[in-house]
């Protein structure tokens, strides 16, 4: 759900349901790489709540279309990661031979 300012779409804050640190961090992270972005940030309201604040300012840029950007380079982030590690397990996987393990009964 978006809380922004109608006379100014280039800040807005962004609450998300379900959803903790983790994803909050590295949204925020993503963020401050852009050159769009003068401030962003988030707060969790209440620690028993997995809801997240997540504000952003922006030099002009719509704020929405800034954060879907920075989810879209979140999301390509992670695809990589997952592709490096996934080849990198399949090149030790071929390399190393397989080894019986022996359980003392």
Partial sequence: MEHGSLADESLSTFSVIDEDHTLANSVRFVLNQDPRVSFCGYSIPHPSDNNVNIRVQTTGDSAKDVLK???????AMCQHVRSTLDSSVTEFKATQPIK????DE
């Fill in 100 to 103: 019986k393990m022996e359980v």
């Fill in 69 to 75: 950007d920075a989810l879209h380079d979140l999301v």
